[in-house]
């Protein structure tokens, strides 16, 4: 619990409190319908996908840019941060997220804000093959943030910022006409609420999980293993402090710093 008392943990969630506030009022927002027809899906894919990179740019260093909780569980499946900042990222990205569509819903026109980009399954879309996509949607894009924001790398090349946002916006390009391109159950779960329609609201949350989760143990286990041991992913899960580690490396359950470059 010594993560209480430390200010960088709660610089960190209200980052990921803000972030998401502005991922999901931006977000959905360029998804709102101003003119008839269906939203153009190159420019709502766009808009996630730079309003991401944006954010990585500015609050990476500060709480590593999850900006959904489907990340924040692919790095505790990985052991790279504690129990207690995961939960705690989960709940201010949550917030975070119904705060920004509340405050799109209370700027927009009636007659603009509809359903406010809710995710739908399209007509035809089974629940399952909306699930299968929704976890292969996230799979990549886990994939992409593992290796982009892995440390261990020498010579990265190339912006973090915008490696993130150019595969959040290749899950968009595919996956808006299966499913409207969730990949994030905070920007899922925010209209959601607001327009108090839950319909398949699970898949949501079932695919993204299940995708963020396979791609930590992918990348963590097999692609490029992460050598630690059973005791040193315990102490991390559970946050223990720095001087509490008998001499072993320092375990804090801090995020991995990003070194991004200037976009």
Same mark, same amino acid.
């Given at each position: &619990?010594?993560? !209480?008392?430390?200010?960088?943990?709660?610089?960190?969630?209200?980052?990921?409190?803000?972030?998401? #506030?502005?991922?999901?009022?931006? %977000?959905? $927002?360029?998804?709102?319908?101003?003119?008839? $027809?269906?939203?153009?899906?190159?420019?709502?894919? !766009?808009?996630?996908?730079?309003?991401?990179?944006?954010?990585?740019?500015?609050?990476?260093?500060? *709480?590593?840019?999850?900006?959904?909780?489907?990340?924040?569980?692919?790095?505790?499946?990985?052991?790279? =941060?504690?129990?207690?900042?995961? #939960?705690?990222? &989960?709940?201010?990205?949550? #917030?975070?997220?119904?705060?920004?569509?509340?405050?799109?819903?209370?700027?927009? +026109?009636?007659?603009?804000? %509809?359903?406010?980009?809710?995710?739908? #399954?399209? +007509?035809?879309?089974?629940?399952?093959?909306?699930?299968?996509?929704?976890?292969?949607?996230?799979?990549?894009?886990?994939?992409?943030?593992?290796?982009?924001?892995?440390?261990?790398?020498?010579?990265? &090349?190339?912006?973090?910022?915008?490696?993130?946002?150019? *595969?959040?916006?290749?899950?968009?390009?595919?996956? =808006?006409?299966?499913?409207?391109?969730? =990949?994030?159950?905070?920007?899922?779960?925010?209209?959601?609420?607001?327009?108090?329609?839950?319909?398949?609201?699970?898949?949501?949350?079932?695919?993204?999980?299940?995708?963020?989760?396979?791609?930590?143990?992918?990348?963590?286990?097999?692609?490029?293993?992460?050598?630690?041991?059973? *005791?040193?992913? !315990? *102490?991390?899960?559970?946050?223990?402090?720095?001087?509490?580690?008998?001499?072993?490396?320092?375990?804090?359950?801090?995020?991995?710093?990003?070194?991004?470059?200037?976009?």
């Amino acid at each position: &619990m010594w993560e !209480l008392r430390s200010a960088s943990f709660w610089r960190a969630i209200f980052a990921e409190f803000f972030a998401t #506030l502005f991922y999901v009022f931006f %977000g959905l $927002g360029a998804s709102l319908r101003w003119a008839p $027809g269906p939203p153009h899906v190159l420019q709502v894919a !766009l808009a996630f996908g730079l309003a991401l990179a944006t954010l990585v740019q500015a609050v990476g260093h500060i *709480s590593g840019a999850h900006v959904n909780p489907a990340v924040t569980f692919a790095f505790l499946v990985g052991s790279q =941060m504690s129990l207690l900042r995961a #939960l705690c990222y &989960m709940v201010a990205q949550l #917030l975070g997220a119904v705060a920004g569509a509340a405050v799109l819903y209370s700027v927009t +026109p009636a007659a603009v804000r %509809g359903s406010l980009a809710l995710n739908t #399954l399209h +007509p035809g879309v089974s629940v399952g093959q909306a699930t299968i996509v929704e976890i292969f949607l996230t799979l990549q894009f886990v994939l992409c943030i593992f290796a982009t924001y892995d440390e261990r790398r020498n010579g990265r &090349m190339g912006s973090v910022a915008l490696a993130v946002g150019f *595969s959040l916006t290749l899950g968009h390009l595919f996956g =808006m006409y299966y499913t409207g391109a969730g =990949m994030n159950p905070a920007r899922s779960f925010a209209p959601a609420i607001l327009t108090r329609n839950f319909t398949n609201h699970w898949v949501y949350w079932v695919g993204p999980v299940i995708g963020a989760g396979l791609g930590s143990l992918l990348y963590d286990f097999l692609l490029f293993p992460r050598l630690k041991s059973v *005791s040193e992913r !315990l *102490s991390i899960l559970k946050g223990t402090r720095p001087s509490e580690s008998n001499g072993q490396p320092e375990v804090t359950g801090e995020p991995v710093e990003l070194k991004t470059q200037a976009l």
